[in-house]
């Protein structure tokens, strides 16, 4: 084993065709505010099913962005999913709001709508929901919440880029989601993001608070709005094209090695991913397999290293870092659900072109740890 090659936990998918856009973008000279962008932008739309869509510079500035569309202020609170990335929650710090989190249910990983419904007090403004691991968070339950308690829903969507609910896009129901697309996501333009909305004003304010608050009307140097510089270059958007062109053929083959991985961990003591049903339909963005309680996580992952195999403690509970305890006194036992899956669930290496065999040495080398 030791002369085998490592297994790393993801690679993106560049060829030529990425090059060439890239190269074209570079050679024109005009590497931000070109017509690179807006093309991007349209096809971006197009395979999400949306109208309105502004690229921006990462996912988390397309969150930022969201809590300036929700208004979400100082003293508010806007309730998020603790078994998440970080993103999710400080995007509501960010504008001196207060992260609420609610558990999760403990086969999906995404947040419970009814401890949604118990977190909400006249102070909650907004709800990040999250398709964590490409798998759809509840929206038919979440978005009536929502409305019965007018509370801004914005989508973090940036783990499910071409997953379904319930025969939808995520990113369609209207609400603004946020997507990303750096270079372990199922599409990547280096660093970059965007976010996608049905309401055409929500467009117009995300276009002008990216770009420093300009106003469509106003000169460079006028602004017209408090904002940010969360452009997406052109360079990193003609990357984007060149990966939205073999979307569907990524995705395919993302969907192929998770199917490979449930057949070869069939044998192996770990629960697997949930399986799709009619109403969700995962676009594949990790493998995370949930170990035994029993289970010694640490010492698994250090067999697996040895073996040249890489694995992630994904995902540990946002409420549980150390600025979250030091800022907020949140600790153990706050959200029993998501410490319990942050305690026993593990990424294995994967991304779209992950060979067999070496899928196979992952299986054996999990099946050995475990025995
Ligand atoms: C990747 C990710 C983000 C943030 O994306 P960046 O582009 O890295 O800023 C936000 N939320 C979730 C759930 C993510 O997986």
Redesign the pocket.
């Known amino acids: 084993m030791s002369i085998a090659t490592r297994i790393n936990l993801s690679a993106p998918w560049i060829d030529e065709r990425d090059e060439e856009l890239v190269l074209e973008v570079l050679r024109s000279g005009w590497l931000s505010l070109g017509p690179t962008g807006p093309r991007f932008e349209a096809l971006l739309a197009d395979a999400i099913g949306v109208p309105h869509c502004a690229a921006v510079s ?4 397309g ?1 930022h962005l969201c809590m300036r569309l929700a208004g979400v202020e100082p003293g508010d609170e806007v309730i998020t999913s603790p078994y ?2 970080v ?2 929650a400080n995007c509501a710090i960010y504008e001196g709001a207060t992260p609420v989190f609610a558990d999760i249910d403990p086969h999906t990983y995404n947040i419970d709508p009814a401890a949604v419904e118990a977190a909400i007090t006249p102070k909650t403004k907004a709800l990040v929901a ?1 398709d ?1 691991f490409g798998y759809p968070a509840e929206y038919d339950a979440l978005i009536p919440l929502c409305e019965k308690h007018g509370i801004a829903l914005i989508e ?1 969507a ?2 499910a880029l071409g997953a379904t609910y319930k025969g939808r896009r995520l990113g369609s129901h209207g609400h603004p989601a ?1 997507w ?3 270079p372990n ?1 199922q599409m990547t333009t280096g ?3 965007a976010v996608t909305t049905g309401n055409a004003e929500q467009h117009e304010l995300l276009v002008s608070l990216r770009n420093q608050g300009r106003l469509e009307t106003s000169s460079w140097l006028q602004h017209g709005r408090l904002g940010y510089n969360y452009r997406l270059d052109d360079v990193s958007a003609a990357l984007g094209i060149g990966q939205l062109e073999k979307l569907d053929r990524i995705l395919e083959a993302r969907s192929e090695v998770a199917s490979r991985y449930g057949e070869l961990l069939r044998d192996v003591d770990v629960e697997t991913p949930l399986a799709d049903d009619p109403d969700h339909t995962r676009s594949w963005f990790v493998y995370v397999v949930k170990l035994p309680s029993a289970v010694d996580r640490n010492e698994v992952m250090a067999r697996l290293d040895r073996e040249g195999i890489a694995t992630a403690p994904y995902l540990p509970s946002i409420h549980l870092q150390s600025y979250m305890r030091e800022r907020y006194g949140f600790s153990e036992g706050m959200l029993p659900v998501s410490e319990d899956c942050s305690a026993r669930t593990m990424a294995l290496p994967f991304h779209a072109r992950l060979e067999r065999s070496d899928q196979e040495r992952v299986a054996d080398a999990l099946r050995t740890a475990l025995a």
């Open positions: 990462s996912g988390t500035a969150l998440s990335f993103a999710s999250v964590i973090d940036c783990e946020a990303a697309f750096y996501k660093e970059g993001g």
